[in-house]
């Protein structure tokens, strides 16, 4: 059974008849427990799945772009940071809400180019 993040309504349908056909006690609640889960760890396999298959593709690509778009964008982020940094040095100052979209942007950024790097290496170590 596969699902995409943006079918929330054949999600919703699937646990609905899952739990109609396994739940009237204790034991089967477990049991639904136990079911909702390993449905859960296929779809984050599925997902971290296609992702690698992505990233493969990207760096089976002739595209420098392809095969460096990820730290570019990381590069891209911190300099817009430095940059700001030094301009609220200097005295000049930014209007306040651009500042802060400068420093949301890149906390964005590096936390999902490490925090994704980091969880799809915890998971290669993980299955072993």
Excluded: C
């Amino acid at each position: 059974m596969n699902f995409s993040l943006l079918d929330a309504g054949g999600l919703v349908d699937a646990v609905g008849r899952a739990v109609d056909s396994v739940v009237t006690s204790d034991d089967e609640r477990g049991q639904i427990k136990a079911a909702l889960l390993a449905e859960a760890n296929r779809a984050q396999e599925a997902l971290a799945g296609s992702l690698t298959a992505r990233h493969a593709a990207d760096m089976a690509s002739d595209s420098w772009l392809a095969k460096n778009v990820r730290p570019l964008t990381l590069a891209v982020s911190v300099g817009l940071v430095v940059v700001t940094v030094l301009v609220e040095a200097a005295g000049v100052g930014l209007p306040g809400p651009l500042a802060d979209g400068v420093f949301g942007l890149a906390t964005l950024t590096v936390g999902f180019y490490f925090g994704a790097r980091g969880a799809e290496k915890a998971v290669r170590n993980w299955r072993g």
